[in-house]
């Protein structure tokens, strides 16, 4: 029979591309750690891991068990949590995937009024591109994705808010006195395009006012997009929270028409997650007002 414990330490390992990381995190000896991955090796016949100089990956063989190995661990996860709230405890790992913005203005507040109620709820964040997100959903890396609703086909989404996008300008921009700039007026100018993982509302918007703008830089951070903003590079259209916290000496403009992202819950089957993650999205759906 299959140790719990033998696929959370492969999960880990794979997480941190690292077997010393891996025990650090869980607490165990690297030998125990190494043990237990040769033992589900042994049990299973073949090899799964495999080192080199850029760390421990996954071989052929373990890519090929390893969606089966997470759902068997997902599986088992939700049934300690069903047991557990069924006992009152609640206790239970909420698995996140989400965008820069919702991860550094809207996560951590949320997390701390959620843990106040459930204490011994933990959370793990993953952030990323649109592209990143759905590919873990896919592999049940994590529970479910916060992201915008306009891509990702066969999720169920629920919309949580409507923000809209800004164009970010340097302080001495021409436009600078400009209270809502025109997209066509945009086009022009060297823009600096976050990566959107498949998607992006900035050149879908650039289509639909039928310009092309002129992009010459593609970086997935929103800090450096500000800084190399503030630097003069360029321009660029990014969430209206990413200047609620910054002291970046740029500009953020209003849009006609406006840009909005519908930030949306996306996963696939809610009845099947972990208790853990029901109870947060529930508490997300009820704390959508608090949501700038």
């Known amino acids: 029979m299959i140790e719990m414990n033998r696929l959370l330490v492969l999960e880990t390992i794979i997480q941190m591309q690292s ?9 165990y000896t690297q030998s125990s750690v190494s043990q237990m991955v040769a033992g589900l090796e042994k049990e299973f016949g073949i090899q799964i891991l495999k080192r080199s ?7 052929a063989e373990g890519a090929e068990i390893y969606p089966l190995i997470i759902q068997t661990l997902r599986q088992y996860q939700a049934l300690q949590e069903r047991a557990a709230a069924l006992t009152g405890l609640k206790t239970g790992t909420v698995r996140i995937g989400a965008i820069t913005s919702v991860s550094s203005y809207w996560l951590p507040e949320l997390f701390k009024s ?16 649109y592209g990143m997100i759905l590919d873990w959903l896919k592999r049940g890396e994590i529970d479910f994705g916060l992201m915008t609703a306009e ?13 809209e996008m800004k164009v970010f300008l ?7 006195n400009e209270k809502t700039l025109p997209i066509e007026s945009l086009a022009n100018d060297p823009f600096i395009l976050v990566e959107g993982g498949g998607y992006s509302e900035p050149l879908a918007a650039f289509e639909r006012a039928g310009v092309q703008p002129n992009v010459r830089y593609r970086i997935q951070d929103d800090y450096t997009i500000m800084a190399m903003v503030e630097a003069g590079l360029g321009i660029s259209i990014l969430s209206e929270l990413v200047s609620t916290r910054t002291n970046f000496d740029v500009l953020a403009k209003s849009i006609d028409p406006k840009v909005m992202r519908p930030v949306s819950i996306v996963y696939r089957d809610k009845a099947t997650l972990p208790i853990a993650s029901q109870y947060f999205i529930d508490f997300l759906i009820d704390h959508e007002q608090d949501l700038m």
């Open 151 to 163: 891509y990702g086909e066969g999720f169920h989404k629920v919309v949580l808010h409507q923000t």
């Open 114 to 129: 959620f843990k106040a109620q459930y204490p011994n709820i933990e959370f793990v964040l993953q952030q990323g591109d």
């Open 19 to 27: 077997f010393t990381k891996a025990a650090k995190v869980l607490g």
């Open 170 to 176: 340097p302080s001495q921009h021409p436009l600078a």
């Open 53 to 59: 100089r850029n760390g421990v990956s996954l071989t």
